[in-house]
């Protein structure tokens, strides 16, 4: 039932109640403004920066599932699997060449499929942080974490996010909050039977000594759907969401959101980000991706509606209890899917895969695909960043202020799977006072890409 189903009983039962009633729905009907709203908005805001990138993806090695990281200094940092142990090579060309590496992961082999694959987060200072699934057997997988102090010169002996289960830990997201402390998020487990069959938990956990050790876990949620990443994003004065694909009543696996306000050791009631009712007996192995922008949490998500992969775009504003009509980010792209969030100064970039086919011609390579969308929600034009040798699968993006964007793929090859590296840069800087419209991947003006389909 609709919140605004509710107000009028409500007020006849208890009129001291209006003044919370009004105010939930004037947060409803902002974060739910129509297209010509949107549209309006984006019209009184600046023009978005504009990033050149070199003409297609480059191959950097073998490998694959690549992460990336900068320090200050400038030196460019690319984690990737290679024969199923971890390395972490280091640029200080700007991603001209890269060092032999050092290895990360110890112990046996690890394992990286689909969105369950390593990562990492390299802080501002001398902090290093990689996180893995360590290969323990069916049903038995553990996450491993490990840091290095040292600039990544080397690290240290891996420690367990949590040893208390005795099931599953595996498609995880890590993450570090502004005031340092460290969360690793994941599908569990060890709670099969309280839920939906087939679905996991989602758990999680946190350092708040740089990684030393972690907190007990703590259960976020049930009824999730059992190989979709999580994601993470921060607010303010320690405010953290968590984002997940959930299972819902007769397969339907839609994007749900909870919010901690007290750094995450409780969340509050889950919010259903949008609708999709996309019914599917079987996990599509792509979760959602958060980021928080001019006081808004932005989501971005894969689905199917009207027939059709789409990937989509809704926000809230007011912490993830409400959230906007949802807007296509993927144009006429087909297959898009894969997206990944990341802050560039006042816009997020927003980076997927997709193969932009003619319509005589339908499976030609996938593509990776650049584009950024503003605290309005508005959406810059989609930008070919393309292919090296093979078709590009899940991209991760890293933008280094001011002015240097890398965009990293896995690709396959006969000889093996490869590490392509495409390099960006600031080309134009957004003009101040200059009114604009959103645009559609053509150029041409559009207002921001409202569905209809809901």
């Given at each position: 039932m609709k919140l605004h189903e509710l107000m009028i009983p409500e007020l006849r039962r208890n009129?001291?109640?209006?003044?919370?009633?009004?105010?939930?729905?004037?947060?409803l009907v902002i974060s739910t403004v129509p297209s010509d709203a949107n549209l309006l908005l984006s019209r009184s805001d600046a023009e978005f920066s504009q990033f050149t990138f070199e003409s297609h993806g480059r191959?950097?090695?073998?490998?694959n599932d690549p992460q990336l990281g900068v320090r200050a200094s400038g030196e460019l940092f690319l984690l990737s699997v290679k024969e199923r142990t971890l390395w972490l090579q280091t640029s200080a060309d700007g991603g001209d060449s890269f060092d032999e590496g050092i290895r990360v992961s110890d112990g046996g082999k690890i394992a990286s499929n689909s969105e369950n694959t390593p990562l990492m987060v390299v802080r501002s200072m001398h902090e290093f942080?990689?996180?893995?699934t360590a290969d323990d057997g069916h049903d038995h997988s553990s996450l491993q974490f490990a840091r290095s102090m040292d600039w990544g010169k080397s690290f240290g002996k891996s420690i367990p996010v949590d040893s208390s289960g005795n099931a599953s830990q595996s498609f995880f997201t890590l993450a570090v909050a502004p005031d340092g402390?460290?969360?690793?998020?994941?599908?569990?487990?060890?709670?099969?039977?309280?839920?939906?069959?087939?679905?996991?938990?989602?758990?999680?956990?946190?350092?708040?000594?740089?990684?030393?050790?972690?907190?007990?876990?703590?259960?976020?949620?049930?009824?999730?759907?059992?190989?979709c990443r999580p994601s993470i994003a921060f607010g303010e004065n320690k405010t953290m969401h968590i984002g997940w694909r959930g299972v819902i009543d007769h397969d339907i696996r839609d994007i749900f959101i909870a919010t901690s306000t007290d750094g995450g050791a409780t969340f509050g009631a889950q919010t259903c980000v949008a609708?999709?009712?996309w019914q599917i007996n079987g996990c599509p192995h792509s979760g959602p991706a958060l980021a928080t922008l001019g006081g808004r949490l932005f989501v971005a998500w894969h689905t199917v509606s009207g027939k059709r992969s789409r990937i989509y775009i809704a926000w809230?504003?007011?912490?993830?209890?409400?959230?906007s009509s949802k807007v296509e980010g993927g144009m006429n792209l087909l297959d898009p899917n894969h997206p990944r969030l990341v802050h560039l100064d006042d816009t997020l970039g927003l980076v997927f895969q997709a193969r932009g086919?003619?319509?005589?011609?339908?499976?030609?390579?996938?593509?990776?695909?650049?584009?950024?969308?503003?605290?309005?929600?508005?959406?810059?034009?989609?930008?070919?960043?393309?292919?090296?040798?093979?078709?590009?699968?899940?991209?991760?993006?890293?933008?280094?202020?001011?002015d240097r964007i890398f965009v990293a793929w896995t690709e396959g090859a006969d000889e093996g799977q490869k590490l392509v590296l495409a390099r960006g840069r600031l080309s134009a800087p957004k003009q101040v006072n200059s009114p604009r419209r959103a645009t559609g991947g053509n150029g041409s003006p559009t207002a921001v890409e409202k569905t209809n389909d809901d």
């Open positions: 009129p001291a109640s209006a003044t919370g009633l009004v105010r939930a729905l004037f947060l191959v950097v090695g073998k490998g942080y990689a996180v893995w402390t460290v969360f690793v998020a994941w599908l569990d487990g060890r709670d099969r039977g309280q839920g939906k069959q087939g679905s996991s938990a989602l758990y999680l956990a946190r350092s708040v000594n740089l990684g030393q050790s972690f907190e007990a876990s703590v259960r976020v949620a049930l009824n999730v759907c059992p190989c609708e999709d009712n809230s504003i007011d912490n993830g209890a409400h959230f086919a003619p319509a005589r011609e339908a499976w030609v390579k996938q593509d990776v695909y650049f584009r950024q969308i503003d605290r309005v929600g508005a959406l810059s034009p989609v930008q070919r960043l393309g292919h090296a040798i093979g078709s590009a699968k899940y991209p991760t993006l890293l933008f280094e202020r001011p």
